[in-house]
């Protein structure tokens, strides 16, 4: 059986449709965005375009247009961790945009076929849940005075995922789902938001090796560690799982570090004023924090220490030193950042992952 092709499914879509004889046609995909974004992206010849088409209101709408093969073959070469991307190539492309472009997209409706004496065009509309937020509570991924949005930017950043070892593509793919997952959870379920962004770290850091300043453990496996002779299956499976997940916080935080490039300040850039900000000193404690409030959220159900967006405030975090609710007590070791610095480094260490392992 020959090996599979595990690049993402727009790349292999490509040599599809430009086999001799190959019968295409196009889907379209409405997309709605609280953004503005001019240009049209048009991508290996027309097999992948994108523009507006209505920009009325406060949500703007574009049409994703892109060449299929028609009568796909059957795939015969699958296996239980080959590529799989939920949305398909649709999906796939959607998600790039929202990390490439910054914002979140939100498929409402997909059109086939043309009026022909022969045939219809059809449209198949989507569910679509969408709320409407105040724009400051997450400002990056919203209008901004100065920032222009350019479909045709996006050209170079799809040559890049093109050249991705192809080693790392479900990763990556998996990665960015997540991401664009957690952007429309902005201003509806804002742990959520943490949470879909650290699994979008989780889906690319699993591939870091961890030195021995990272882990004096690093390098040695469970039954170098356990006299495994003393020990009964049960006993081994239940460390395991502790050893691993040990690994994998380590993981997270190295790969953040090494990938988040110069995007943070060295020291706050407004000292004793009260405001707090995430620094290159204080970063790893910061990641820490984080990554200890989404386990406790997933596995125990506990509450996280949300800052909280007020008005006028600057730094990273809302300005309280703590916080009582009811019998509980959060110390201010437990607040979390504001969602926006967190994306924002997230963002830039998916971008710089992508640039860093071309091929």
């Given at each position: 059986?020959?090996e599979?092709?595990?690049?993402?499914?727009?790349?292999?879509?490509?040599?599809?449709?430009?086999?001799?004889?190959?019968?295409?046609?196009?889907?379209?995909?409405?997309?709605?965005?609280?953004?503005?974004?001019?240009?049209?992206?048009?991508?290996?010849?027309e097999?992948?375009?994108?523009?507006?088409?209505?920009?009325?209101?406060?949500?703007?709408h574009?049409?994703l247009?892109i060449?299929?093969?028609?009568?796909?073959?059957y795939?015969?070469n699958?296996?239980?961790?080959?590529?799989?991307?939920?949305?398909?190539?649709?999906?796939?492309?959607?998600?790039?945009?929202?990390?490439?472009?910054?914002?979140?997209?939100?498929?409402?409706?997909?059109?086939?076929?043309?009026?022909?004496?022969h045939?219809?065009?059809t449209?198949?509309?989507?569910?679509?849940?969408?709320?409407?937020c105040?724009?400051?509570?997450?400002?990056?991924?919203?209008e901004?005075?100065?920032?222009?949005?350019?479909f045709?930017?996006?050209?170079?950043?799809?040559?890049?995922v093109?050249?991705l070892?192809?080693?790392?593509?479900?990763?990556?793919?998996?990665?960015?789902?997540?991401?664009?997952?957690a952007?429309r959870?902005?201003?509806?379920?804002?742990?959520m938001?943490?949470?879909?962004?650290?699994?979008a770290?989780?889906?690319l850091?699993?591939?870091?090796?961890?030195?021995?300043e990272?882990?004096?453990?690093?390098?040695?496996?469970?039954?170098?560690?356990?006299?495994?002779e003393?020990?009964n299956?049960?006993?081994?499976?239940a460390?395991?799982?502790?050893?691993n997940?040990?690994?994998?916080?380590?993981?997270?935080?190295?790969?953040?570090?090494?990938?988040?490039?110069?995007?943070?300040?060295?020291t706050?850039?407004?000292?004793?004023?009260?405001?707090?900000?995430?620094?290159?000193?204080?970063?790893d404690?910061?990641?820490q924090?984080?990554?200890?409030?989404?386990s406790?959220?997933?596995?125990?159900?506990?509450?996280?220490?949300?800052?909280?967006?007020?008005?006028?405030?600057?730094?990273?975090?809302?300005?309280?030193v703590g916080m009582?609710?009811?019998?509980?007590?959060?110390?201010?070791?437990?607040?979390?950042?504001?969602?926006?610095?967190?994306e924002?480094?997230?963002?830039?260490?998916?971008?710089?992952?992508?640039?860093?392992?071309?091929?």
């Amino acid at each position: 059986m020959p090996e599979a092709d595990n690049r993402m499914g727009w790349i292999r879509n490509f040599s599809k449709i430009v086999e001799e004889g190959a019968e295409t046609y196009y889907a379209e995909y409405e997309l709605v965005t609280e953004c503005h974004i001019s240009s049209v992206l048009d991508y290996n010849s027309e097999a992948i375009l994108c523009g507006g088409m209505g920009f009325e209101g406060d949500l703007k709408h574009y049409l994703l247009k892109i060449k299929y093969k028609a009568f796909p073959e059957y795939n015969q070469n699958a296996t239980r961790d080959g590529y799989y991307f939920e949305g398909g190539i649709a999906g796939e492309l959607v998600s790039l945009l929202s990390l490439f472009l910054q914002c979140r997209f939100y498929q409402i409706a997909i059109y086939q076929g043309e009026l022909s004496p022969h045939g219809l065009r059809t449209k198949h509309e989507l569910p679509f849940m969408y709320k409407k937020c105040n724009p400051l509570i997450h400002s990056t991924i919203f209008e901004q005075e100065g920032r222009a949005r350019r479909f045709i930017d996006t050209v170079a950043l799809l040559d890049q995922v093109q050249r991705l070892d192809p080693k790392y593509h479900h990763a990556f793919a998996l990665a960015v789902r997540q991401y664009s997952i957690a952007l429309r959870n902005v201003g509806v379920d804002e742990e959520m938001v943490f949470i879909r962004l650290v699994s979008a770290i989780e889906a690319l850091s699993k591939h870091m090796d961890l030195d021995p300043e990272d882990d004096p453990l690093a390098g040695k496996t469970l039954e170098e560690i356990l006299v495994k002779e003393h020990q009964n299956s049960q006993t081994i499976d239940a460390v395991r799982n502790i050893f691993n997940t040990r690994k994998t916080s380590l993981k997270f935080r190295k790969f953040m570090r090494k990938y988040m490039g110069d995007i943070l300040p060295a020291t706050p850039p407004m000292e004793n004023t009260g405001y707090k900000w995430i620094t290159t000193e204080n970063v790893d404690e910061i990641l820490q924090r984080v990554y200890k409030a989404r386990s406790k959220y997933l596995h125990e159900g506990q509450l996280m220490y949300l800052s909280q967006h007020m008005h006028d405030t600057l730094g990273d975090f809302d300005p309280s030193v703590g916080m009582i609710i009811d019998n509980r007590e959060f110390k201010e070791d437990e607040q979390l950042p504001l969602t926006s610095p967190f994306e924002n480094l997230v963002r830039q260490c998916l971008i710089s992952f992508l640039a860093a392992h071309q091929v």
